[in-house]
T-cell receptor, first 112, second 113 residues
Framework: GQQLNQSPQSMFIQEGEDVSMNCTSSSIFNTWLWYKQEPGEGPVLLIALYKAGELTSNGRLTAQFGITRKDSFLNISASIPSDVGIYFCAGQRFGANSKLTFGKGITLSVRP | DTAVSQTPKYLVTQMGNDKSIKCEQNLGHDTMYWYKQDSKKFLKIMFSYNNKELIINETVPNRFSPKSPDKAHLNLHINSLELGDSAVYFC????????????FGSGTRLTVV
């Protein structure tokens, strides 16, 4: 089935550093979304992107919808300990029965 | 005030048993989903219902049967549980269409022993 590629599987950064995560696909998506999952909880939507080239911010988070529609990135600036979690990208296509397809996630650790 | 609530949070059961997980959303959304998250954290869609009608069934074994009594509820019944069914199951809902993200419940951790 359709897969979104996220790597590496884990990232370790120092508090205060910026971090960037990439997500790529072999085919086009019409919507890109970024979710964060904390232990024992479900994924929570961080940012949604709807147009190729779109750049959107949510506090210290910035995400972009790639111009080819086959990729997206998420940047977290000035990381803090509560940024720890699993970050998933997800893509969706047009259509009444479209589903959200997730990447495998990146586990982010922040050292104080 | 919980938007998407699942019960139970944890479920430990023996192989061969039948169990159900319940999900309710109070967001007024038209579409509900079941996702399975495996031990490697990969999230895979299982089912999707729109206004009580099944619209996505992703090659899930027949032992899994979703039921939607109304558009605010989507339950998952699993027959003859197997060890490989152990996972975290997430319910989610959305308004439908590509302009709305999904709202997830906090998950049900199923352990089959």
């Amino acid at each position: 089935g359709q897969q979104l590629n996220q790597s590496p599987q884990s990232m370790f950064i120092q508090e205060g550093e910026d971090v960037s995560m990439n997500c790529t696909s072999s085919s086009i998506f019409n919507t890109w979304l970024w979710y964060k999952q904390e232990p024992g909880e479900g994924p929570v939507l961080l940012i949604a992107l709807y147009k190729a080239g779109e750049l959107t911010s949510n506090g210290r988070l910035t995400a972009q919808f790639g111009i080819t529609r086959k990729d997206s990135f998420l940047n977290i600036s000035a990381s803090i300990p509560s940024d720890v979690g699993i970050y998933f990208c997800a893509g969706q296509r047009f259509g009444a029965n479209s589903k959200l397809t997730f990447g495998k996630g990146i586990t982010l650790s922040v050292r104080p | 005030d919980t938007a998407v609530s699942q019960t139970p949070k944890y479920l430990v059961t023996q192989m061969g048993n039948d169990k159900s997980i319940k999900c309710e959303q109070n967001l007024g959304h038209d579409t509900m989903y079941w996702y399975k998250q495996d031990s490697k954290k990969f999230l895979k869609i299982m089912f999707s219902y729109n206004n009580k009608e099944l619209i996505i069934n992703e090659t899930v074994p027949n032992r899994f049967s979703p039921k939607s009594p109304d558009k605010a509820h989507l339950n998952l019944h699993i027959n003859s549980l197997e060890l490989g069914d152990s996972a975290v199951y997430f319910c989610a809902s959305s308004q439908g269409g590509q302009y709305y993200g999904y709202t997830f419940g906090s998950g049900t951790r199923l352990t089959v022993v």
